[in-house]
């Protein structure tokens, strides 16, 4: 197959398996995905959806969460890790919404990534499933399956989110990042993999890639 093939591939059997796509982190708005996704660092999404209730209980808004000590939320955040880097991220960015967005998400990367503790990926997400705007959030699901699929060279997330534009139409970036997330968990795990389950690579892989799976289960 050809590298677009290949993504042709990709988009219709995740068309298949995905034919409506659930929201990995809840949320009510563009705020509180913001705080969802910045807590998503180095955390799962499930133990995101169990503290984040917890939090906006307390404050949902930017104008509630300056009322709050940065220990305060701290320790509200503690589960899902990096707390005390989040909690001042969190803190922090609330204050700038308030002084210079009137309260409000601004909508666009620029501004998103000049808030404390966002990077472009949180950005390219909340720009993506908060205001519709085009975008490749790339996660490590994302990042291993690109590779895995011979869409990338797997050098670096930021080559990564490259290849993934530059291969896949602009109008569908945003339903197919969450598609192969949900695929890379389901189907195509970094651990427990399971070739037989991952028709995706066991029909575009790459040769490399395969010979290693098969080397391992071998044994």
Same mark, same amino acid.
């Given at each position: 197959?050809?590298?677009?093939?290949?993504?042709?591939?990709?988009?219709?059997?995740?068309?298949?398996?995905?034919?409506?796509i659930?929201? =990995? #982190?809840?949320?009510?708005? *563009?705020?509180?995905?913001?705080?969802? +996704?910045l @807590? $998503?660092?180095?955390c799962?999404?499930?133990?995101?959806?169990?503290i984040? =209730? #917890?939090?906006?209980?307390? *404050?949902?808004?930017?104008?509630?969460? +300056?009322? @709050? $000590?940065?220990?305060?939320?701290?320790?509200?955040?503690?589960p899902?890790?990096?707390?005390?880097?989040?909690?001042?991220?969190?803190?922090g960015?609330?204050?700038? @919404?308030?002084?210079?967005?009137?309260?409000?998400?601004?909508?666009?990367?620029?501004?998103?990534?000049?808030?404390?503790?966002?990077?472009?990926?949180?950005?390219?997400?909340?720009?993506?499933?908060?205001?519709?705007?085009?975008a490749?959030?790339?996660?490590?699901?994302?990042?291993?399956?690109?590779?895995?699929?011979?869409?990338?060279?797997?050098?670096?997330?930021?080559?990564?989110?490259?290849?993934?534009?530059?291969?896949?139409?602009?109008?569908?970036?945003?339903?197919?990042?969450?598609?192969?997330?949900?695929?890379?968990?389901?189907?195509?795990?970094?651990?427990?993999?399971?070739?037989?389950?991952d028709?995706?690579?066991?029909?575009?892989g790459?040769?490399?890639?395969?010979?290693?799976?098969?080397?391992?289960?071998?044994?």
């Amino acid at each position: 197959m050809t590298k677009q093939e290949r993504a042709t591939f990709v988009i219709n059997t995740l068309k298949e398996l995905y034919p409506e796509i659930p929201i =990995p #982190l809840d949320h009510k708005d *563009a705020y509180t995905l913001l705080i969802a +996704v910045l @807590l $998503s660092a180095q955390c799962t999404d499930v133990r995101v959806n169990q503290i984040t =209730p #917890l939090l906006f209980a307390k *404050a949902d808004n930017p104008y509630d969460m +300056v009322k @709050l $000590s940065v220990e305060e939320i701290k320790e509200i955040i503690k589960p899902c890790g990096l707390s005390p880097m989040k909690s001042k991220g969190i803190y922090g960015l609330s204050q700038i @919404l308030i002084e210079e967005h009137n309260g409000e998400v601004p909508q666009s990367f620029e501004a998103l990534e000049r808030l404390p503790a966002v990077g472009h990926k949180t950005a390219s997400v909340v720009m993506s499933q908060a205001f519709g705007v085009p975008a490749f959030p790339v996660d490590t699901h994302i990042h291993r399956l690109m590779y895995r699929w011979n869409l990338t060279n797997g050098k670096n997330v930021q080559q990564t989110e490259k290849d993934a534009k530059a291969i896949f139409p602009r109008e569908l970036w945003n339903e197919l990042h969450l598609q192969i997330i949900w695929y890379g968990r389901e189907y195509s795990p970094a651990r427990g993999w399971d070739l037989e389950k991952d028709i995706i690579t066991r029909t575009i892989g790459r040769k490399d890639v395969l010979a290693s799976y098969y080397k391992k289960t071998s044994r």
